[in-house]
C-alpha cells in the first residue's frame, strides 16, 4: 500500500500574483509527484483553498488536476478544513465531490436523541483501507463534534484505518506555537493505524501509546511571510505500508536576510543591505528581509527600499519581501505584547492604549472596542448584496454606539 498525506495549501492566501503563482505551483508540483510515485491514493487534510468561495481560475486550475488524478484513477479523499468551510454549513468539496474528482469522507449522521455523531467509513476499492474523519472549524468549534462522537463502531472495526483531522492536538505542537488552542489526543477516536492531521503549519510525526502515529505535513506552500522566512518551503508526507518518509517540495530558492538596524541611520542600512546583497547570488530566488532595532536616527520610512529592491530585481530575484515589524523610531514608542496566543493580540494592545481619551472608565472603553471589532470583522453572507452588507453593519454599529 502506498499513499500520500497533503494538508494546507491555501490556494489564494496570498495577495500578490507572484505568490500565489508560486502555491499554485506547489499544488500541481505535489500531484504530479504522486501520480509519478503511483500512489494508490491521496490525503488531503482540509485547506485546500483559503476561502470558501476562490476564484474561478484557481477552480479551473484545481479541477483540470484533479480530472487528470481522476483518469490516473488515482482517489483524492479529503475533507474540509477552517477555511474551506463557509457560515453557511457549505464548502466548495462538495461541488468537487459532485464532479466526482473526490471524496469527502466526514460522513455521518447525529442521533436527535443522544446527540451522538456517528460516522461512516469509505473504504478505498484497491487496498481496501478504511478512511474517515472529522472536518476543522475556526476557533475549535469542531471540539463539539469530538466530544460527542461515538468511538466504539470506529475503534472496533476490522481491518487498515486512517482517520482525518483539521485541529490542532496539544501533543504535537511546537514550542514556538505552544500558547495555540488545542485539544488533547485522547479526543481521537483509538485503534487507526494512521492519523492524517492538518490545520498546524508545522511538519511533525509522533507515536502515541493506543492511538498510532500522528501526523501533520504542514503547510504545502508557506502561507505568509513568518512562514516562509522559517521553513523557506513545503512538503508531504509519503507512506508505503510501515513507513513514513517526509517529501520536501521546493518550487523556488528562497534566501532570508534578518539585518540587524540597532543604531544606524536609514543611509546605513541602505548602503549595508545593498553591500550584502551584492555578494549573493539572487537569480530566480524569493527573497525575504526581516528588519529589527531602534533607529539611531530617522524613520522606518526614510530607509531607500525602492531603490535596494530595484537592485535586487537587476539582479534577477523573482520576489522581495521586507517586514519591519520589529523596527522601530526613536520618535515613536514601541508597543509591548507578550508572545501569546494571536487570538489576543488585539486585546492586549487594545489593553496597552487605553485611557488616552478620557471618554468611558477602562472597563466600559475596553468592552465596547472588543465589540466593535468584532461587528467590523465580518463578511458578506451568501446571497446578501453590497447594499444590506453595508446596511447591516450601520445597524449593528449604531446600535453598539447607541446614537
Known sequence: MKYAHLADLHLGSWRDQKMRDISTQAFLKAIDDCIEKDVDFILFAGDLFNTSLPSL?????VTKKLRELKDKQIPLYAIAGSHDFSPSGKTMLDVLENARLLTNVCK????????????KFTENPKTKAKITGILGRRGL????????????????????????????????????LEMLDSQPASFLPKNFNYYAGGHLHHPTKINIENLGTLTYPGALFPNNFGELEKYS??????ITDDNIEYIPLEIIKHHSLIFDCQHKTPEQIYSEMLNYFNQKQLNN????????????????????????????????????????????????????ISNSNPENVEEEIIKEHLQQIKLFNSASELHLT??????????KKEGETITDFQDRIKTELTKLLNI
Open 141 to 176: 468549534l469542531d471540539k463539539t463534534y469530538y466530544q460527542n462522537l461515538h468511538r466504539e463502531n470506529l475503534e472496533q472495526e476490522a481491518g487498515y484505518k486512517i482517520f482525518m483531522f483539521h485541529t490542532t492536538i496539544s501533543e504535537l505542537k511546537p514550542k514556538h
Open 285 to 336: 530566488h524569493l527573497i525575504t528581509i526581516r528588519l529589527k532595532g531602534t533607529l539611531e536616527s530617522g524613520k522606518v520610512g526614510d530607509i531607500n527600499f525602492k531603490e535596494l529592491f530595484q537592485q535586487l530585481y537587476q539582479k534577477n530575484a523573482y520576489f522581495v519581501m521586507k517586514n519591519t515589524s520589529q523596527l522601530h523610531s526613536k520618535d515613536f514608542s514601541e508597543i509591548k
Open 57 to 61: 481560475d484557481t477552480l479551473k486550475i
Open 233 to 238: 518551503h513545503g512538503g508531504y508526507y509519503l
Open 370 to 379: 472588543k465589540q466593535l471589532l468584532t461587528s467590523l470583522n465580518t463578511t
Open 108 to 119: 455521518g449522521s447525529v442521533n436527535p436523541e443522544t446527540k451522538e455523531l456517528h460516522l
